[in-house]
């Protein structure tokens, strides 16, 4: 054993926050647990098995110093007031325009595709 | 490429506003957005501004109930080494070691709004902050572990349940998670109660006798009636429930459930009044509630003392961690 615990008062670690992301079961996305007090990566690690991964309701977790994490919250750039409707699916409505082609062509309506 | 952040802001100062809560407004405008959005469902993370009352009212909330996790256990573990078969012993354990993990989650919470840990633990011991009066009794016999799991986590979930919608959203979202946790607790609960019931007549009573002695802290459990009107912590959504909603819930839900089992409540005036579509009940010892969470419940000191000394032998760790780290760093 070396004496790595027998630092000097002033070189004393500090508790921080990290973020906790659990992938929940192969093949899903890392979603945000929680957080955990540790003063490093290795029990920050070891904190987050033991809260978040216990019981196996984790297949993978990443732990991320919360002051590591940039966020980026404007309105501005992620809420902008103008119609973003054209960039969505839902945003093309086109059932009454394809019933008058359909009238205007003859054509009957093509049945459902069979899975 | 234009740094997209450099731009001047599109959105109107009012729009801006809305979204809580803008700093270049006055405190008391962004005071009135901030209830708006709480008002209308809205939720809150630690990083947004929030008024002061709020601040404190959810630390206070989520103060007490993770001093309840973590007192919380200490009756249970009385009867770690005294479980009656290696599966028991192994399903309370996992139960103590969940509900440390939740004051651990809650303590999380709560340090994120700006009190630390060692100051919650402090306070605790010094009697400034408290914990569930439910865990300020003894447990007599492997009755009460039953009696406890079953229905002072029933009584607890039911509440708990309402605060996964908490407006406080790091609350709601650790809510989710201890929710999950709790149902298992309650089915060990269950199955414990359910097994000594279909045992010796010697089992039957001991169940009784538990379940007797349990019922006024359970009826007390979730607090005297209170106005809704006067309760700040509804106002900001912080919970969703007075405690008479709460009562009446675990009511109906757990009173058949016990009545199934052949077990006899110790109140004579508890029936169901379906004209007015809610139970009637003797009314709970308040007294007895309000003496018990001041810390003068008949554990309440030798649960506190037993808190002290575990913090004191454990000291060396948390120190020794510290350590490592700065020395590593």
Known sequence: MSDQGAAGPGETGTLEPWEVFRREKEGDPMRHGGSVMAPDAQLAIHYARELYGRRQESVALWVVRRADVHELEDPDLLQPPLDRSFKKPGGHVMRDKLAAARERSGQPKPKAREG | MTDPLSLD?????????????????????RFEHFEAHVLAGGKVESTDWMPDEYRTGVLRF??????SELMGVLPEREWLMRAPTLRRKLALTAKVQDEVGHAQLLYRVAEDLGKPREAMFDDLLAG????????HYPTRSWADIGVIAWLVDAAAIVAQQALRDSSYAPYARTM??????????????????VTMVTGTDEQ????????????????????????????????????????????????????????ELGLTLPDSELRRDDD?????????????????????????QERLEFRRVSREETRWVRETILRAAGAAA
């Open chain 2, 9 to 29: 802001p599109v959105l109107s100062p009012q729009e801006r506003g809305r979204l809580p809560f803008n700093e270049d407004l006055p405190h008391d405008e």
């Open chain 2, 62 to 67: 989520v103060e007490m109930h993770a001093n």
């Open chain 2, 128 to 135: 400034k902050t408290k914990f569930h009066n439910v865990f």
């Open chain 2, 176 to 193: 989710k998670k201890i929710c999950w946790e709790e149902s298992v607790h309650i089915m060990h609960g269950r199955d414990v109660v």
């Open chain 2, 204 to 259: 039957r009573a001991m169940l009784q006798e538990a379940l007797d002695r349990w019922w006024g802290p359970l009826m007390q459990m979730h607090g005297p009636r209170s106005p809704r009107e006067k309760d700040r912590d509804l106002h900001w959504r912080i919970k969703a429930k007075t405690s008479e909603e709460l009562r009446q819930e675990f009511l109906t839900i757990y009173v058949p459930r016990i009545l």
């Open chain 2, 276 to 300: 007015l579509g809610e139970w009637r009940y003797t009314e709970p010892d308040w007294q007895e509630l309000r003496t018990v969470v001041t810390n003068h419940g008949p554990k309440s």
